[in-house]
């Protein structure tokens, strides 16, 4: 077995196995990756075999004597395909060492990919991690519902839903960025003091690589923008991302209303419908307020793990 360090050169070999393993997911597709080149030193790794053949990819950054998962990734770990047997990953975990140690690197931060955005069942990290001794420093919590076995929403959210109707709104896919950026950078403002991570031209152009991952769609009364949420849609689960809603929309029940309609019509026959984290403060602060309104829909916990490992 050996690794090299990725070049652009293997973007195309980095892309097809991505397309194939069986935790895979569109944001790690060289293409989402390095539209941040310029804010992380990318240190993605590849496994093979004797034969040449990719064993796993291993998506990342470097920092100090730190290897990160990458960073600019919600979630990252190995990727792996269906070939990739739980003796192999451990043996993908002494090679990863024995590299770093050779550039000087004293630790990786990994982070797990949550098993609903598996295929398959895909935790031979999750063993490598205990067998090497890994510290869990972190857990966040993400709230998803099983499409196929839904909870009922409770009464506060049926009750939104029907004012949103009682009052005409209307849901639309949206190209308008502009538009709804200027929502949500106002929604982030107060009270929360914080910004999009992806600002409007980011944002815009990952849509445009991604047309069939990356969708916008947003509450209006008339032509007003009152709501709205930027979907990741990936194979079997739909992902919401910076959900917003303007003063005038939680009046009426916009965001509930769009929410609603993604669960219950556009994606209904996914697998996973899942809202994100609620925390702050490195997984230890829960927004009970957040979290409330997504378990509100019937959504439940699904950890999403950060590992230390001291090479």
């Known amino acids: 077995m050996k690794l090299i360090r990725y070049t652009a050169d293997k973007k195309q070999e980095w892309d097809l196995f991505v397309a194939n393993a ?22 993605s790794l590849m496994f093979y075999d004797e034969k040449g053949k990719i064993l796993g990819l291993l998506p990342a950054n470097v920092g100090g004597d730190v290897l ?11 990727l792996i395909d269906t070939n990739l047997k739980t003796k192999s990953m ?17 630790k990786i931060i990994y982070k797990c990919i949550p098993y609903i955005y598996s295929s398959l069942p895909s935790e031979e990290d999750r063993y490598a991690l205990y067998v090497n001794e890994a510290s869990l420093i972190r857990r966040d919590v993400t709230t998803t519902i099983l499409l196929d076995n839904k909870i009922k929403y409770q009464e506060q959210r049926k009750r939104a839903i029907k004012k949103a109707f009682k009052n005409g709104l209307i849901i639309e896919e ?5 538009s709804y950026w200027s929502i949500l950078r106002d929604a982030l403002k107060h009270p929360h ?37 930027v979907i990741f849609e990936n194979s079997d689960i739909v992902h919401t991302q910076y ?24 994606y209904q026959n996914k697998k996973y419908f899942d809202f994100g984290i609620s925390n702050e403060d490195d997984g230890k602060y829960l927004n009970e307020g957040l979290i409330a309104q997504k378990e509100g829909f019937g959504a439940r916990a699904v950890v999403h793990d950060f590992y230390e490992i001291r090479v």
């Open 68 to 78: 990160y998962s990458h960073q600019g990734l919600t979630f990252g770990g190995f």
């Open 22 to 43: 069986k935790n895979s997911h569109f944001m790690f597709y060289r293409d989402y990756m390095d539209y941040h080149s310029d804010r992380f030193k990318d240190f």
């Open 193 to 229: 003091n914080a910004t999009p991570v992806h600002n409007e031209d980011e944002i815009k152009r990952l849509a445009q690589l991604f047309p069939n991952n990356i969708k916008l769609f947003v509450v209006k009364d008339d032509e007003k923008i009152l709501a709205g949420t």
């Open 243 to 266: 959900l917003a809603s303007s003063e005038q929309g939680r009046k009426v029940g916009a965001l509930d209303f769009v929410l609603d309609y993604l669960i219950s019509n556009r």
């Open 174 to 178: 949206s190209s308008d960025y502009n």
């Open 90 to 106: 451990l043996e993908l975990f002494n090679v990863l060492k024995r590299y770093l140690l050779k550039q000087n690197i004293k």
